[in-house]
């Protein structure tokens, strides 16, 4: 199992839209191309505010490269994006991590 780590750091005042995004369309989005999510969370605390982390699950790298190729081919996102950034960008980065449990981990 993989699990990837997604990191989006919002632009200020734009992280109520980029959860809009997610609520509205991408979580529909990612179980039509076969994302597993693990959860979804926003920083509370930290040096990074405003920003968005999520968990994905992944039984292999080409699993995930094949979701992911899908999912930003889909003219589905291509609308829901547009949309979303009429007033602007959401996000002024983003970070994608590579995850692998150790022997220990409750999660395998």
């Not at 979303?84 to 999660?107: H, R, Y």
Request: proline fraction near 6%; include cysteine.
């Amino acid at each position: 199992m993989y699990v990837e780590r997604c990191t989006y750091h919002c632009l200020p005042d734009r992280l109520p839209a980029l959860l809009d995004r997610f609520r509205n369309d991408t979580l529909r989005l990612f179980e039509k191309h076969d994302f597993r999510p693990l959860g979804f969370f926003v920083t509370e605390f930290g040096q990074n505010r405003p920003e968005l982390v999520y968990l994905l699950a992944w039984d292999s790298l080409d699993q995930r490269m094949a979701a992911w190729q899908a999912f930003r081919a889909d003219p589905e996102w291509t609308v829901a994006r547009k949309k979303s950034e009429e007033d602007g960008f959401l996000v002024d980065a983003m970070s994608n991590d590579i995850l692998i449990p150790t022997d220990f981990s409750p999660i395998r």
